[in-house]
């Protein structure tokens, strides 16, 4: 029999292709899913599978889940691409899997990034799901509420596949190491503390730990009597740019912003400048940032510190003038404020109440004493009737009222004792009591 070698045969196929499991039992990580007893298990095990979308970050095997089902349950397995098909080609694909059915063969159709699918293509799955000519797996990176329409989600069952830990990625690195399929072959001498290494930097993806583990081989030192030996070196240079999980357009993009947002909102600067950095180091538009950072300074701020609206729209105009890499430090300055600045949502409340009464109450007149009257006919309408200018009162303020009838006396802006909001809040004190010495009507 002829030994199979890693620089021979099979030296085309990516070492990832070739450890591809074919079994739940090879199958690495998602254990609150394929672990004993688990729903998923249970149901290949019984081959009772129905549709299904698994949604998950790359490289956690949901292509390769899909292919172990299809062997595990005896059906025939077609590989979709929602990148390069059209409507065309599921027609085709459908009219196999009907072929199929009348033989008494289930057909699972994978669909690789199925939210890549517009709606059209997505309903053409729908009558051949609902019959059964087919299983849908679909597959998607993408949360499926967003990017799969409502009548085929409703169909399947969502299964979310975690990002593999460290020590899974270690496991399977090992594996890796020994299996005849990966390096079993060959005398590879790698530290365990290197096989670490490169499975934290792999951030969950099995893919790419398998391909850095590939890179590092290829790259060790190869003595004479075939030992290959890995240094500590050989690992940092395969390693030295590493790739940051960060999709602009997807859903890691709102993660990492909501991630920055919530950080300065608990006021952990520390927290804040890393998801920071891992916007801007992977390419992260900075004024995207300094749009967010703004809005966060009156939201999460306001009033608390009113400086902090200032230093927010300033590292706006740096990102603008002189963008990356050196506005990175402007970022920096403005998110380190904001996080250690007094905290305030009122304004963002008083926004909100004062938008729930404005869009429920469209009619609601202005109140005639507070309009305009730039014409005769306006004035003989009582426009204006009453105006009192506040510039001409004793005290700069008057009892006039500025609400619609229907609601008077609606407080919206109600100041915490954050900060320099206290000062605001003592003077807003002082205006309603003055209105109240007055006979205005008070808040509701």
């Not at 990832?16 to 899913?33: C, I, K, N, S, V």
């Not at 004190?429 to 007055?438: A, H």
Request: with cysteine.
């Amino acid at each position: 029999m002829r030994q199979l070698s890693t620089f021979g045969d099979m030296a085309p196929q990516p070492l990832a292709a070739r450890l591809r499991p074919q079994t739940l039992e090879e199958f690495a990580g998602q254990t609150h899913l394929l672990g004993e007893g688990k729903v998923l298990r249970r149901l290949i095990e019984s081959d009772q599978i129905s549709s299904m979308i698994f949604w998950g970050p790359p490289g956690v095997g949901k292509t390769t889940l899909a292919r172990v089902i299809a062997n595990g349950t005896k059906a025939s397995f077609i590989d979709f691409s929602a990148v390069t098909s059209g409507i065309k080609e599921i027609r085709s694909v459908m009219k196999e899997a009907e072929e199929n059915r009348s033989y008494g063969t289930k057909t699972i159709v994978f669909v690789d990034e199925i939210h890549r699918f517009n709606k059209a293509q997505q309903d053409a799955f729908l009558p051949f799901v609902e019959k059964g000519s087919i299983i849908l797996i679909g597959a998607t990176t993408e949360n499926p509420s967003f990017e799969i329409n409502g009548a085929l989600l409703s169909r399947c069952k969502v299964f979310v596949l975690h990002a593999l830990t460290t020590e899974e990625l270690t496991t399977l690195l090992n594996r890796a190491l020994k299996d005849p399929r990966g390096f079993g072959n060959q005398t590879v001498r790698i530290a365990d503390d290197l096989v670490r290494v490169i499975a934290a930097f792999a951030n969950g993806d099995a893919r790419t730990a398998l391909s850095t583990l590939e890179m590092v081989v290829l790259n060790g030192d190869l003595d004479e009597e075939g030992v290959t030996t890995v240094s500590r070196e050989t690992v940092e240079q395969c390693i030295s740019k590493k790739s940051l999980l960060y999709d602009k357009g997807g859903e890691e993009h709102y993660n990492i912003i909501s991630a920055l947002h919530k950080s300065m909102r608990n006021s952990d600067p520390d927290a804040a400048v890393y998801w920071l950095a891992r916007m801007l180091e992977a390419g992260e538009d900075p004024l995207y940032v300094a749009r967010r950072v703004t809005r966060f300074a009156s939201e999460d701020v306001g009033l608390a510190d009113p400086r902090a609206l200032e230093i927010a729209v300033a590292a706006y105009q740096a990102c603008h003038l002189i963008g990356m890499p050196e506005c990175s430090v402007h970022l920096t300055e403005a998110v380190v404020y904001l996080s250690l600045a007094p905290k305030s949502n009122a304004l963002y409340l008083a926004y909100e109440g004062a938008k729930r009464d404005a869009l429920t109450q469209l009619a609601e007149p202005v109140p005639l004493v507070i309009r305009n009257a730039p014409t005769k006919l306006m004035k003989e309408l009582e426009y204006g009737k009453g105006y009192q200018y506040a510039h001409d009162a004793e005290d700069k303020i008057t009892d006039m009222q500025c609400l619609p009838d229907s609601l008077a006396g609606r407080e919206y802006y109600r100041p915490t004792e954050q900060g320099v909001e206290a000062k605001y809040k003592t003077r807003l004190e002082q205006i309603k009591e003055w209105k109240r010495r007055r006979g205005q009507g008070g808040p509701r």
